[in-house]
């Protein structure tokens, strides 16, 4: 069994789409828990990537791949994940999307595929949304986490403007509210009273089980 | 007075152009910083230190996703723009920067040295065509830039064969399907910081105070 985990972390670290679908297809022919080939398998390929990326050996593009590879064979995987209860409404459920006037995504749908593969239940709204576009998803689905993404100081901004949202319909306790993108910091976390900041996408995900937990 | 002007090859082609007091030196930084902010702080600390013999530091940095937060230069003043970045200084002004921001989302913006030093989405598509194939970096380019709608080429004074780097700009707005706008760029504000005038929309740090939040929001 170790030997199909062991091919779909290569798959995931050679970004290869079609290769990490096929696997995941195969785990469930083959009646493999999907819960351990997501841990044990796609879960460690994107570590090991994200790892070189950290060290300068892996470039961008490599990390985007590894994603959507890790995406494809998720897509696969969910339904049945699903079904054994596992990934459920206990694990949490998080509305996460780029900020009003930001149109940068690449960040968060890492961020996002990695929430996914550690179980939370992503619900992503996009990019440029405004601060009741992620209440109004948040209060839908009964999310716990609203966690926002901005890669510019000009747009930045809209994150304090979510929080001050929140707090106008009383609604702030409700959630707790991350942010994050490359002008972001803890000091700026602090300064608008979000919940949390994380520097890198693994980071989030450690960041929200500890939130939820 | 001697100056040490450190800068990003973005507006290097503009600050050439101004000339100096006479008594400045240059160093232009490449322009790949510019995605990486933690880089980008710990190479001008680096540089700020080096350069504590001059009566003035000039950044042509602005906040650069607030990579500048944090500096400290000891004992040489620095004075800086307080825009969010080159396209605000090579607009003129936080407030002509901030009334694009608003009514033209999704949009890339050109100055001659991101084409003459930088490297365009499209060079960057070529780049992956070769390294991953045809569709992996098609997907890749999509992702990366799927998101922007327009591209706005900012022209400035003193700009030689300004038809070719229209034709750059075209090259990448078409390639892309992106609508093409070119805009006259400001260089007013640039001229005070390359005279070491203090002016609106710039900050002037003291010796030994570190740059702050507070800076850019007075």
């Known amino acids: ?213 | 007075m001697r100056v040490k002007l450190i800068g990003c090859a973005s507006s290097r082609n503009e600050v050439e152009w101004l000339g100096n007091l006479g008594e400045t030196d240059h160093e232009f930084l490449d322009y790949s910083y510019h995605a990486n902010p933690v880089k980008l702080h710990n190479k001008l600390q680096e540089l700020i230190n080096e350069s504590q013999d001059y009566d003035l530091i000039v950044l042509t940095y602005s906040r650069c996703s607030n990579s500048l937060i944090g500096l400290l230069s000891p004992k040489v003043p620095m004075l800086f723009p307080q825009t969010h970045d080159c396209i605000g200084f090579l607009l003129g002004s936080n407030e002509r920067h901030l009334r694009f921001v608003k009514e033209k989302k999704g949009t890339y913006y050109f100055s001659q040295g991101w084409i003459d030093y930088g490297r365009t989405p499209y060079s960057e598509y070529l780049e992956y065509e070769q390294k991953y194939g045809t569709k992996k970096a098609r997907q890749l380019i999509e992702n990366l830039y799927g998101r922007y709608s327009k591209a706005i080429f900012i022209k400035t004074p003193g700009m030689e064969n300004i038809e070719y780097y229209r034709g750059k700009v075209k090259e990448i707005a078409d390639f892309f399907g992106w609508q093409l706008e070119e805009v006259e760029g400001d260089v007013g504000l640039l001229t005070s910081l390359t005279q070491g005038k203090i002016g609106p929309d710039m900050v002037y740090i003291e010796p030994g105070r570190r740059i702050t939040e507070s800076h850019y929001n007075p």
């Open chain 1, 1 to 213: 069994m170790s030997e199909i985990f062991e091919e779909i972390k290569e798959a995931v670290i050679d970004g290869d789409e079609d290769l990490a679908g096929e696997l995941a297809q195969k785990v469930l022919d083959e009646n493999i828990n999907p819960v351990e080939a997501v841990q044990q398998g796609f879960i460690k390929g994107i570590e090991e990537i994200g790892n070189s990326w950290k060290a300068g050996e892996a470039f961008l593009p490599d990390v985007m791949m590894a994603a959507d590879a890790m995406k494809a064979g998720l897509a696969v995987l969910e339904p049945s994940i699903a079904e054994l209860g596992g990934g459920d409404d206990d694990t949490g459920k998080i509305v996460l999307g780029t900020v009003e006037g930001d149109i940068h995504d690449i960040g968060k749908n890492i961020v996002g595929a990695l929430l996914t593969a550690a179980g939370f239940k992503v619900y992503d709204i996009g990019i440029d949304q405004k601060a009741e576009n992620f209440l109004a998803k948040a209060e839908e689905v009964g999310a716990q986490i609203i966690a926002t993404s901005a890669l510019l100081t000009t747009t930045m901004n809209a994150q304090k403007e979510l929080i001050e949202y929140l707090e106008e319909k009383n609604l702030r306790s409700k959630y707790k509210v991350l942010v994050g993108g490359g002008p972001t910091s803890q000091t700026w976390a602090d300064e608008i009273k979000a919940d949390g900041w994380a520097e890198t996408a693994d980071e989030a995900v450690e960041l929200c089980k500890k939130l939820i937990s």
